[in-house]
């Protein structure tokens, strides 16, 4: 069976794209497992070669493990959005959202996003109240 050049070059463009999508991603993976990893010890010296944060054990816990949900922004500044598992200082592990900012490649900041708060009455009304 012959195939048509046009799906041939579809193909080859569709594997392409597949194969560049899972790279992305791949470096700030590699950070951010570093600087969890020097976190958890509280290793000053690894963690100030890769950021000017700590992810503090004892007030902010451990993060176990972590997958990366969104990237935005260019290769000077970016907002990495991941879900993790985060071990508490009283035990129990959690899963966190947290927004992580790298500037210059190096963790400048780590967060937890804002949670939504509800309008008076506590419900989020579809229309204005008049």
């Given at each position: 069976?012959?195939?048509?050049?046009?799906?041939?070059?579809?193909l080859?463009a569709?594997?392409?794209?597949?194969?560049l999508?899972s790279?992305?991603?791949d470096?700030?993976?590699v950070?951010l497992?570093q600087?969890?990893?020097?976190s958890?010890?509280?290793d000053?010296?690894?963690?100030s070669?890769?950021g000017?944060?700590?992810?503090?054990?004892?007030s902010?816990?451990?993060?176990t493990d972590?997958?990366?949900?969104?990237?935005?922004?260019?290769?000077?500044s970016?907002?990495?959005a991941?879900?993790?598992a985060v071990?508490?200082?009283?035990?129990r592990?959690?899963?966190?959202?947290?927004?992580?900012t790298?500037?210059?490649g190096?963790?400048t900041?780590?967060s937890?996003?804002?949670a939504?708060?509800?309008?008076?009455?506590?419900a989020?009304p579809?229309t204005?109240r008049?």
């Open positions: 069976m012959r195939l048509s050049r046009a799906f041939g070059i579809w080859i569709s594997l392409t794209m597949v194969a999508s790279c992305a991603g470096a700030e993976r950070l497992a600087f969890f990893a020097a958890r010890l509280r000053l010296t690894a963690l070669k890769l000017t944060v700590v992810f503090e054990p004892a902010d816990g451990i993060v972590f997958d990366i949900t969104g990237i935005t922004g260019d290769a000077a970016k907002e990495v991941i879900s993790a071990k508490q200082p009283d035990g592990t959690v899963r966190k959202r947290l927004t992580v790298i500037q210059g190096l963790v900041k780590v937890e996003p804002p939504l708060s509800p309008v008076e009455g506590g989020f579809s204005p008049s």
